[in-house]
């Protein structure tokens, strides 16, 4: 199994920055793609941005210029650092793992969710 701690979620002003990381940790022979996703109230879950095991990342059109992807690999921890935040960013974040078992077998984890809460 793996575990995933997220933090850094909380309340900023628009135009403020936060920085999340996401931590994971269990049995785990390699990982793939590490991302974070946002869902707001109502709304679908949705891609932020995500980095390979190459560190190749993808970003949402909304967040292009704004936030940027990393990630440790020695430290399996991939991390966002999000400026010039807008309310409309205001979600919950998940840190989501595509990650290979000591078995082989291919696998895709969540984290807990970390609350963004943006005040204009």
């Known amino acids: 199994q793996v575990h995933l701690v997220e933090s850094g979620g909380g309340l900023v002003q628009a135009g403020g920055s936060l920085r999340l990381s996401c931590a994971a940790s269990?049995?785990?022979?390699?990982?793939?793609?590490m991302g974070w996703y946002r869902q707001a109230p109502g709304k679908q879950r949705e891609l932020v941005a995500v980095v390979s095991s190459g560190g190749t990342t993808t970003y949402a059109d909304s967040v292009k210029g704004r936030f940027t992807i990393s990630r440790d690999n020695a430290k399996n921890t991939v991390y966002l650092q999000m400026n010039s935040l807008k309310p409309e960013d205001t979600a919950l974040y998940y840190c989501n793992l595509d990650w290979i078992r000591p078995s082989g077998v291919r696998s895709y984890s969540w984290g807990q969710g970390t609350q963004v809460t943006v005040a204009s």
């Open positions: 269990g049995s785990i022979f390699s990982i793939n793609a």
